[in-house]
Structures are given as structure tokens and as C-alpha cells.
């Protein structure tokens, strides 16, 4: 009782300074955990008993929803938790999965909110239940002396809300227990990303995907150019396409582990910065082989782009969303891939290949500044510590059934681009069609179907799952493979761009996955992926080879038909989910 009684003398002696405006306002509501309402950036556990499928842990997105599967977004901002409980049973009633379902919710992490102003700690606090200004100023010390006039320190987390009225003295907001109930900019506002932050990850994802493919692939709309420069046969050139895979391939496990210790936004920038100088020094080498030792170099730094990118795809994001964030970087990653070609066949035609090169070097630059400013920093990474980890989350990896025919699906698809493009522009650039680089570098073009089709085809994987669109994708590659072996320069166009159009779904499905495929270490499963990608291409560029040379473009068409349904038979068992 004596406790009591001095708590209370404590509190009212504290709340003496709130004279003056606000001082007519209502006590302070007493702590009620139960009333409190979630909001981005909280993770819950939802527990549907007896469906495993439909049980385990999920965060509450930008958006204020939850990514459920086989159900899709359903709305969690605003509601207590036995309010998501209704709503979660609601929402499997009408997708048609079960008729009476026992949903249990149960928050598991608060977001957080931040201390500013003229204390001694300022920062990031954990939200706790039943937590006030009060209790959030005193874990960050007591606030600095400081003039009347400025005095005024503040908690706030993130997100938008409206405003209140605000007290002058140490604590400038009124709170509940929930942050949900705050006071605009100066008061306790509810945690978590705001949609500027959304936009921001998205736009900086989208420049990453476009640095990496800006040069991956520029070089084959010059290929012919460079075997006339140096005097060598066109199989030859297509080292220059093999030497970036294969350094790819061979760094992009070691770039996983490393961005597992160190993080994520800082090697994607670093890389893409990077970059430039093997870029320039390619423009620059005077005979073949120097030109294959600088794009070697290229592909050291390329993994520590978009492995690590994906990687925080993965990590940021949960369930539809990132699906949704997978199919931006598809988008950038298609974007890059056609502007390299096309600037680097159109700067061929007008000042030689070497031209291009500088330009596209220009072009990374920029896109790495795009990265550092844009890319927010990641806030869901948790490090991997020392060799031995590393080691035992590849270990573990490497007996993932899932996660390892998705690799396989990754060698496939870029075996299937590789073999189409590369000898496509050896198709084309001889009789009867007679193309010159710039006329190659526009075929590329058909890159630009798959802005359309990709994101459209992500949504899609969201509402009915990744194994029909995968279906899809691959009958559509098929059909334009097949097209293209009709004589007609528009019939070959058409049929590359359906080829396109399928691939690149394909691929964002893929990347996709590699991150709900694995619960840690998703860099290195990234890198894994990666590899077999990469391989993949390396295989595609030089194994068609014989076959060109014995039955011509038929031959590599029947190769990409074979790989394409290979991919199918490998993905269709792996990706399946458990019927209710």
C-alpha cells in the first residue's frame, strides 16, 4: 500500500510540469495489452489448428496486411489480435479451404519505436505492452536540461498518423498502450516502415537488377563486330560470354556467405561501384584475350550485386510480397539486360564497339549512386557468425530436395537465353538477313515484354500458386522456340520475344522461391542458386556449338525445347504444396 501511495506521489509530482497547453487534457488510459493493435513491422504467429500448411509466423507489410498461403493478403493493421483470429477464419472460409477453422494469433514481436530529441540515448527502443512517454523516456535516461524555449523531447516510431495535442515538457505526446494511439510527427507513432520506404526498396531494387544485366549480356549484340576486330571465328567470341558465367558461377557462393557475416546494402554498393573499372578497361583491351580477362572480372563482382539483392529480397519480405518484390527486380534485371545490348550495338554503329562500352561504364556509375541513395538499409538481417556456420548452412542446403531442383530450374533457364540470344545474333547477322550491330542490338527489344508479363504473371502466383504459371511460362517458351524456326525475320522476332516473355517468369519464379526454400543462411542458398545459373549460361553459350555448326539454328532450337521441359519435370514436384 506504502508502494502504491508513493507511485502515485511520483507520478503526480511528475505530471505537475505538464502545466500550461495540454494540461486540461484526460488522465493517461491504464495499460490494456488485450486492446492492443497491430500495425507494420509487428510479427505474429497464427496457429490454424490441425493445417500445418496454414500455420507458422508472419509480419505485417508496408501495406498493413499478412501474406497467407493459399489465401493471399488479408488485413492486419488496426485489429487486436483476436480481431485477426476472425478475420483469418473468415478469410479460409470464402478461399474455400475449411469450413470450421480454429485460428489462434499470438503476437511474438512488437515494432518498434524511436526516442528522439534532447535525451541520452536516443534511437530504437522495443515497444513493450502497457509502455507510455513516460516509461519510453525514462529507458532512454532522463531527458538533457535545456531551455523552456526549447524544451521537448520526443518518442516516435515511424509510420504516418494523425496528429494530437502535444504536452511541453519531457513527454510531448500522450500514449495508451498501444503506439497505434499517437500524435503525429512529435508523438508515439506506430512502427515499422512507411510506404516512402516501400518505394524506395523497390526503386533500389529495380537499379541493382539493372546494373547487374546492364553488362552481363551487352556484349552479344557486338559479338560479330569483335570476331571481325580481332580476326577470330564467332565460336571463339563466345568466350567473352562464357569467361563473365563462369566467374559467376564460381564466386557467387562465397559472395552468400560473405553478405551472411557482413550484411547486405553495403556490398551491393560497393560492387555495383565496382564494376565501373572492369568496365572501362573491357573498352580498352587490345587483343580477345584481354578482353575475355576483363569480362572474367566483371563476373568476379556481378555476384555481390544481385546474390546479395536477392538475398534482401528475401529477407525484407515475406510471402506475396515477395513475390511481388522478386518480379521488380525481374523488371530492372530486364530493363538492364535490353539497354546494354541496345546502347551497345547503337554506339557500335556510330563510333565502334568500344564506344559502347565507355557508355554503358557511364551508366553503371549512375546506377550505383542510384543504389546508395535510394536502397533503404536492411533491418531484418541477422548475421551469420564465423566459417563454421557458413559451413554447416551450406551443409544443410546441399540436402534441401526443394532448394536444389530449384538450382536445376536456374541452369535450365539460362541455358535456354544463352543458347536462343547468342546464336540468334549469329542467325541474323548472316544471309538472308544481314543484320548490322545496331539492327541486333534492337532486336533485344523483345526483352521489354517481359515488364508486362512478369509482374502480371507474379500477381498471378499470389492468388493461384507458383506451379500453373510455371506450367504457363514454359508452354509459352516452347511455342516461341518453335516459332522462330519459321524463315520470316518478323516470325523469328516474335518467336524470341514469346521465349522471352516465358524465361523471365520463369526465372522471377524461381528467384523467388530460393528464399522460402530455407529458413537461414539465404545468401549463401542464394549463392547456390546463383552458381547453377550461372552454369547454366556457361553451358548454354559453348554446348550448342556442335550443333550449329552440324544442323544449324534447328539444332539449338531442339536443345532449348529439351531443357525447357526438363525444367517443368523438375519444378512441378518440388514446388508442390500440400492439399487441404
Not at 101 to 124: A, C, D, F, M, Q
Request: hydrophobic share 50%.
Amino acid at each position: 500500500m506504502r508502494r502504491r501511495t508513493l507511485m502515485f506521489g511520483l507520478t503526480a509530482l511528475a505530471l505537475a510540469g505538464c502545466g500550461g497547453e495540454g494540461s486540461d487534457l484526460p488522465p493517461l488510459p491504464s495499460p490494456d495489452i488485450a486492446a492492443y493493435r497491430l500495425g507494420p513491422g509487428d510479427k505474429v504467429r497464427i496457429i490454424t489448428f490441425g493445417e500445418e500448411q496454414l500455420t507458422g509466423e508472419f509480419r505485417v507489410n508496408d501495406s498493413g496486411m499478412i501474406a497467407l498461403p493459399l489465401v493471399g493478403g488479408v488485413k492486419a493493421a488496426g485489429l487486436t489480435s483476436s480481431e485477426l483470429e476472425a478475420a483469418v477464419g473468415d478469410a479460409l472460409v470464402k478461399a474455400g479451404l475449411l469450413r470450421k477453422p480454429s485460428v489462434t494469433v499470438e503476437i511474438i514481436e512488437y515494432r518498434h519505436i524511436y526516442v528522439l530529441g534532447e535525451v541520452n540515448k536516443p534511437g530504437e527502443y522495443a515497444y513493450h505492452p502497457g509502455m507510455t512517454v513516460l516509461s519510453a523516456v525514462a529507458v532512454a535516461a532522463s531527458p538533457i536540461a535545456r531551455s523552456p524555449a526549447t524544451r521537448g523531447s520526443y518518442a516516435r516510431p515511424a509510420a504516418r498518423r494523425p496528429r494530437g495535442r502535444r504536452c511541453g515538457t519531457a513527454s510531448s505526446s500522450r500514449a495508451t498502450s498501444s503506439p497505434s494511439m499517437s500524435a503525429g510527427s512529435d508523438g508515439v507513432r506506430a512502427g515499422g516502415a512507411s510506404m516512402t520506404d516501400a518505394t524506395r526498396r523497390r526503386l533500389g531494387v529495380m537499379a541493382a537488377g539493372f546494373a547487374t544485366f546492364l553488362n552481363m549480356y551487352a556484349i552479344q549484340a557486338v559479338l560479330p563486330l569483335i570476331a571481325q576486330t580481332f580476326g577470330v571465328s564467332a565460336q571463339a567470341t563466345t568466350w567473352a560470354i562464357t569467361a563473365t558465367l563462369l566467374a559467376v558461377a564460381g564466386v557467387a557462393p562465397f559472395a552468400g556467405s560473405v553478405s551472411d557475416m557482413l550484411g547486405r546494402k553495403r556490398l551491393i554498393v560497393g560492387a555495383a561501384g565496382g564494376l565501373v573499372v572492369p568496365s572501362v578497361l573491357v573498352a580498352l583491351a587490345p587483343t580477345l584475350g584481354w578482353l575475355v580477362a576483363w569480362r572474367f572480372v566483371q563476373g568476379l563482382t556481378l555476384p555481390f550485386i544481385f546474390t546479395v539483392t536477392i538475398a534482401y529480397i528475401g529477407d525484407e519480405t515475406e510471402g506475396a510480397d515477395t513475390i511481388r518484390l522478386a518480379g521488380t527486380y525481374s523488371v530492372g534485371t530486364i530493363i538492364g539486360g535490353f539497354a546494354g545490348r541496345m546502347f551497345a550495338g547503337a554506339a557500335a554503329e556510330q563510333a565502334g564497339w568500344r564506344f559502347g562500352f565507355l557508355v554503358l561504364a557511364a551508366l553503371t556509375a549512375a546506377s550505383a549512386g542510384l543504389v546508395a541513395v535510394l536502397l533503404p538499409r536492411e533491418r531484418r538481417f541477422r548475421p551469420v557468425r564465423g566459417l563454421a556456420d557458413t559451413l554447416r548452412g551450406l551443409a544443410d542446403h546441399l540436402t534441401n530436395a526443394r532448394l536444389l531442383a530449384t538450382c536445376l530450374v536456374g541452369f535450365g533457364v539460362l541455358f535456354t537465353f544463352v543458347n536462343a540470344f547468342t546464336y540468334a545474333n549469329f542467325l541474323l547477322a548472316a544471309p538472308p538477313y544481314g543484320l548490322g550491330p545496331a539492327a541486333l542490338g534492337s532486336v533485344f527489344v523483345v526483352y521489354l515484354v517481359g515488364l508486362v508479363t512478369t509482374p502480371a504473371a507474379m500477381r498471378g502466383a499470389a492468388r493461384f500458386g507458383r506451379r500453373p504459371i510455371l506450367a504457363v511460362s514454359v508452354a509459352v517458351a516452347v511455342t516461341g522456340l518453335l516459332v522462330t524456326l519459321l524463315h520470316s525475320l518478323a516470325a523469328i522476332v516474335a518467336g524470341l520475344m514469346l521465349m522471352a516473355a516465358g524465361g523471365f517468369i520463369e526465372q522471377a519464379l524461381a528467384t523467388g522461391f530460393t528464399g522460402v526454400a530455407v529458413s537461414r543462411a539465404r545468401s549463401a542458398a542464394v549463392g547456390l542458386y546463383v552458381t547453377c545459373y550461372y552454369i547454366g549460361g556457361s553451358v548454354g553459350g559453348i554446348a550448342p556449338a556442335g550443333l550449329w555448326h552440324r544442323f544449324g539454328w534447328p539444332g539449338c532450337v531442339s536443345l532449348g525445347v529439351a531443357v525447357q521441359l526438363v525444367v517443368l519435370a523438375v519444378a512441378w514436384p518440388a514446388w508442390r504444396e500440400r492439399r487441404l
